[in-house]
């Protein structure tokens, strides 16, 4: 198989967990898979609706289960495929998974069209904090420092 060929298979799937997820209730029409070595490892529909969880998209109940299916919380040497352009929070989260590559199908132009504030969202993370819609505040500083300071000094840290 092809690396176009894979691609539109793993894609595939990725659009009938979507259509899936959605025909059950769970959430909106997002699905996703994880890949490694050409096999599936992690897969997720959108479970918002269902879990009461703004957190559910189908990026993280994908990267959850990978993670748990490989004891990892690492997921280099995979690739992602995603219905739709993931949203800013599931961006962030394939990075700090540190997935290989990223491969998606409609864009958040596309999701906005259908009233999914994705494209919103990435508007709003890139204004200054005093600029965003949502009310920031730093408070407390120095007391936070002194706990952060302390990590660097624990046996049990692990960098991630």
């Known amino acids: 198989m092809g690396d176009h060929d ?3 298979f793993f894609m595939r799937k990725a659009i009938q967990l979507s259509e899936q997820g959605m025909e059950v209730e769970d ?9 490694k070595n050409d096999q599936i490892i992690g897969s997720g529909w959108n479970r918002v609706l269902r879990t009461n969880d703004p957190t559910a998209h189908a990026e993280i109940v994908a990267i959850r289960d990978a993670c748990i299916r490989l004891d990892a919380y ?11 352009e993931p ?16 491969h998606f199908g409609a864009s958040r132009k596309d999701a906005a069209a259908i009233e999914f504030d994705d494209d919103r969202l990435y508007g709003e993370i890139c204004r200054p904090t005093a600029e965003r ?4 505040q730093q408070c407390l500083r120095e007391e936070a420092l002194q706990i952060m300071h302390r990590w660097p000094s624990l046996d049990l840290k692990k960098l991630y």
């Not at 690492?74 to 739709?84: F, K, P, V």
């Open 6 to 8: 894979r691609d539109v």
């Open 27 to 35: 959430g909106g029409p997002f699905g996703a898979v994880i890949v």
């Open 74 to 84: 690492w997921l280099e040497g995979c690739r992602i495929y995603s219905s739709c």
């Open 87 to 102: 949203c800013p929070m599931c961006l962030a989260a394939i990075y700090w998974a540190r997935i290989d590559s990223l």
């Open 133 to 136: 819609s949502l009310h920031t």
